[in-house]
């Protein structure tokens, strides 16, 4: 059963519906097994939340904070904001003091949560520097309290503070039957890639408008397990897991990011949303144990992958039926080989599984249909309350697009080539920041993606980033993160940086898969005290050259890399070269590596 009312109804009106369903469940650590939360349960939390919120004085809208990572309280919290038309904003687990201090300013927030003790530590730091905040509530009950804190409370404290009042009630009743689709939902401070955080605004209309859209083409409903494996402050994760709630389904809540192989084998879940890492390190996984197996089976995997591809890329996503010989030996393949690796994964009821949020490779997303997953490849933007696009399962899917635009949303290409949007998903404009939100429209009212792209036969396709598009001294544009995507798609390596832009020639800094590359200089007798010296032995290098080469091939000769430094360390959020949903700070990496980078470039 679908429903869509208000956000801030919309845990009540499942509890309804679903009553001891189960809604959520969770891992606990303590006792090694996960807990089930039923609907009933998840709504009771859910009010109690609304109303200790009144009971602080939270107003309508008012900004509230939630700093933490994946947790059942998360939702309790968020919805519990919802209740009272109150706005949610979520920061990242993983945010800097500064930027925390920035965003509580930016907001006037009063009341933060947060969920473990890093958090809770980031927050305490700052406080000098936050002059609205009024009340701490943590909710991880092992969190140590600074002996000067004064601010904070648990949890479990905090949900006692609305009981037992009538006046709070009679509120928390009137806030619901008030709330308004114009309401503001979420503020969502993007990760800040090329300069200060801008807070996008997401009203509740907008989330009706996208839940209610997907309703009619995503095969969801309750008898779907969802893990919940991305951040909820990810604009995809957190539209999708309302969506799954819409549903009926039952989120698994996984706690702990490097966990998730684990929690997969243990939930045995029939839909996820990720980015394409997930399923690039998944193929580089199967592709290493298909490498380590015996002759036979060696053969077997790879004839199995082989006709999956075949019966996908050339039948089923064409819509044409497949001739029986080729139909009987992906049934037999789907039987034995396939489903044995499904099931090695914790993947073996399979809907369907989401991926947006950064550039997917072709061969990584046939690969998956290969093994029997119905990959959804889509395309959105946080100001465009996640999905622009995604592949319908019941229509032609060529590898490489990003799908069809979600139904009632409008998308169209700029002369320039700029993939431009217009509907009732995209946001209404930047908080507090008039200049930056008429920057982000065009004149007619269309927003500007900030993203090259074309369409072709009804299907969206996506080129790079058009602030991203390098133009070398030679006059040549270079799309990087078409380069460095065939990189990373190679087990040998982690990361790749390219280098172009006003520039006589591409070059790239790479870190490789060091996991990979000292099992290989061992089998070579290649001997290197540290990742330094392997990074700098010309016997690896070369070795390295020749992949690079091979993978680059069909690349034209003017976006191929013709220099690379090999770097003994990843780049990470610790040096401010990752945002906080990974993406590369350019930037800061081009200014962190200048030296290497000229030096590259010396005559």
Known sequence: MKINPHLARLIHEGAKIYGERTALKYKDYAEGRWREVSWNAFDARVSSASLAMLALGINVQENIAIFSQNKPEY?????????????????????????VSYMVNDAQVRLIFVGEQQQYDTVFSVLALCHSLENIVIFDPKVKRAEADHLSMYFED????????????????R???????????????????????????????????????????????????????????????????????????????????QDILTSLKEVRPTC??????????????????????????????????????????????????????????????????????????GLDRPNFFPVAGAAFSP???????????????????????????????????????????????????????????????????????????????????????????YIKDGELYITDRIKDLFKTSNGKYIAPQLIEGKLT???????????????????????????VLEEWAAAQGIGCASREELCRDERVRAFL?????????????YEKIKRFTLLPK?????NGELTNTLKIKRRVVYDNYADIINGMYAE
């Open 489 to 515: 798609i190679d087990r040998h390596f982690e990361q790749a940086v390219v280098v172009a832009d006003r520039r006589k020639f591409v070059a790239a800094l790479i870190v490789p898969n060091f996991a």
């Open 363 to 453: 061969e990584i997303e046939v690969f998956g249909h290969a093994v029997g997953f119905n990959i959804i490849v889509g395309y959105g933007l946080t100001e465009t309350c996640a999905s622009v696009s995604f592949d319908y399962l019941n229509q032609r899917v060529t590898p490489g697009s990003i799908g069809r635009p979600l139904p009632g949303v409008e998308v169209k290409i700029s002369e320039e080539g700029e993939i431009l949007v217009r509907g009732k998903t995209v946001m209404p404009g930047y908080y507090k920041n008039a200049s930056e939100t008429q920057a982000a429209f065009t004149a007619d009212g269309w927003f500007r993606t900030g993203d090259a792209g």
């Open 272 to 345: 996820m949303c990720s980015v394409p890492r997930f399923w690039e390190k998944l193929y580089l996984g199967v592709m290493e144990k298909a490498e380590k197996s015996s002759g036979l089976q060696r053969r077997l995997i790879a004839d199995a992958i082989e006709v999956g591809k075949v019966y996908w890329q050339q039948y089923k996503a064409k819509g044409i039926p497949a001739p029986v010989g080729l139909r009987l030996k992906h049934e037999m393949y789907e039987r034995t080989i396939v489903r044995l690796l499904q099931k090695t994964l």
């Open 175 to 257: 806030r619901q039957y008030d709330a308004r689709p114009e309401d503001t939902a979420n503020i969502l401070y993007t990760s800040g890639t090329t300069g200060v955080s801008k807070g996008v605004v997401l009203t509740h209309g907008q989330y009706s408008f996208a839940l209610e859209a997907h309703q009619r083409v995503l095969p969801l409903s309750e008898r779907d397990v969802v893990m919940n494996f991305l951040p909820y402050t990810h604009v995809f994760e957190g539209a999708w897991t309302k969506l799954c709630l819409t549903c009926g389904a039952t989120l698994a809540v996984n706690l702990r990011p």
């Open 75 to 99: 939702l309790y919290s968020e919805f519990g904001a919802f209740g009272i038309r109150a706005v949610a904003i979520p920061f990242y687990a993983t945010t800097s003091a500064a930027q």
């Open 545 to 557: 050259a020749d992949r690079i080469e091979t993978l680059q091939q069909d690349l034209a000769h």
């Open 570 to 574: 990843a780049f990470s959020m610790d």
């Open 158 to 173: 905090f949900l006692r503070l609305g009981a037992d009042r009538a006046d709070l009630t009679a509120e928390y009743h």
